[in-house]
């Protein structure tokens, strides 16, 4: 029986006390107090736009509705906790802490802003505060408000999940794999892309709000939109492809997860899916500490090369199509990224703790971790194959546009692209996928 991220927590607070132990000292700030932000009225109206609590705040408390609450830390003393539960009939109040983490905290209750701001230190001086402050704290007399370098090492920290992180971000991608599941029964059936969302809603019990990002939910020739975010009420006349990116929250933990479906008719194109699944699984196999993350992609370009070759797509050798830039005409986007409190998580260019920011490779400007892999890390990978007539126009006017075979680039644009992505933990020896984990159970 798998352990909880209930009873993993303790340890992962003995490590955030641990982290922000050695940050403050080397930094030299007394202590720390870390916000959890508070909502953004819509300009000129009376309502806000939705939420969004800190990942500083959440990284330590597993709730999303405590707007206006504090922590504040000082090392070698226990973490306090001013929980902002205002006196509202307007809004639903956050609820008193209650479940496995309260316990860790000394914590209070404050009815009104004035009130918690009374609950810190009376000086500020050699504090910094983390998070977006409102005008209210910025002008309390911190010593630092977001420092550059305090914010570098504890995003850099983040790189390493704890116990904790892991089981939380692998809860994550059984709730998502249960939306997968259902949205690709909805296409089957041959629903629209609205038909479609609200399916998976259903199926993970999540609100728009509450899901780590918004979905994209691209029927056809809408997969060819990186971001595609329309969700069209009406059903197409003909469901050809359909591609699915879509996640869900645990504790504040983000899955990331794009699955991609071919109708029965669309041989040439199911074939495309299924070669670009097989060629992901093997690269994932391959993932082990020490390994560059950027090897990883150009052995992506490799592998999607080696398709575009089998599948008579281009007629040219693998290792020429990647040295004639052919592939980043299907591949545009980079394969991967952190993930973590953030879907695109933190400190995927950074050097070390303490910095400097990684250059960014000429040839793949999108990619978005430039770090060796190492055991904790967590990321995507999420290789594609797509037909955008803006990215393959220019090469039909190259000479390595001669080794295309147009016709049957034109006819997969209706298909509009393939991506299969998948969520993986480094270990000691290797990679767990904690996407394919969280469907076989579900399979079983």
């Not at 953030?342 to 920011?357: C, L, N, R, T």
Request: net charge negative.
């Amino acid at each position: 029986m798998s352990v909880t991220p209930a009873e993993l927590y303790p340890a992962h607070h003995d490590e955030l006390l641990r982290r922000y132990s050695v940050a403050l000292q080397k930094q030299a700030y007394d202590g720390v107090v870390i916000f959890a932000g508070s909502p953004h009225p819509v300009f000129q109206d009376d309502r806000s736009y939705p939420f969004l609590i800190s990942p500083w705040y959440r990284q330590w408390v597993p709730e999303r509705d405590h707007a206006g609450s504090l922590i504040v830390l000082r090392p070698g003393e226990r973490p306090r906790l001013v929980c902002y539960q205002p006196r509202d009939y307007w809004h639903v109040v956050p609820a008193a802490p209650a479940g496995f983490w309260p316990g860790h905290f000394d914590i209070v209750s404050a009815g009104t802003p004035a009130a918690a701001l009374a609950e810190l230190p009376d000086s500020l001086s050699g504090w910094a505060l983390l998070g977006e402050a409102d005008p209210a704290l910025a002008g309390l007399g911190f010593e630092a408000i977001n420092p550059e370098a305090l914010v570098r090492r504890l995003h850099f920290d983040r790189l390493y999940k704890t116990a904790y992180e892991l089981a939380c971000l692998g809860e994550a991608n059984r709730i998502a794999a249960r939306g997968h599941l259902a949205a690709g029964e909805a296409f089957a059936a041959g629903r629209s892309e609205f038909e479609i969302h609200l399916t998976y809603l259903r199926a993970v019990g999540q609100t728009d709000a509450q899901l780590p990002y918004a979905n994209i939910v691209a029927l056809n020739e809408h997969a060819a939109t990186l971001h595609y975010d329309a969700s069209e009420a009406a059903v197409p006349a003909v469901s050809r492809s359909f591609l699915l990116d879509a996640g869900a929250d645990c504790a504040g933990y983000a899955a990331d997860i794009t699955r991609t479906w071919a109708a029965p008719s669309e041989t040439a194109f199911g074939e495309l899916v299924a070669l670009l699944d097989e060629a992901q699984q093997a690269l994932i196999e391959n993932i082990r500490p020490g390994v560059e993350y950027l090897d990883l992609h150009c052995q992506m370009h490799r592998q999607i090369a080696g398709i575009l070759a089998a599948t008579g797509l281009v007629d040219m050798a693998p290792d020429d199509m990647t040295e004639a830039g052919i592939t980043s005409a299907f591949f545009p986007l980079g394969l991967g990224h952190h993930l973590g409190l953030q879907v695109h998580d933190v400190a995927g260019k950074v050097a070390g703790p303490d910095g400097p920011e990684l250059a960014q490779p000429a040839a793949h400007p999108f990619l978005r971790n430039l770090r060796p892999v190492e055991a904790g890390n967590v990321f995507t990978v999420e290789p594609g194959i797509y037909f955008i007539p803006q990215l393959l126009e220019p090469l039909r006017g190259e000479p390595a546009g001669r080794a295309v075979n147009w016709s049957a680039v034109e006819a997969l644009l209706p298909c509009g692209g393939v991506r299969i992505e998948d969520d993986v933990a480094v270990t000691a020896t290797g990679a767990e996928n904690l996407t394919r984990a969280a469907f076989a159970e579900l399979a079983a």
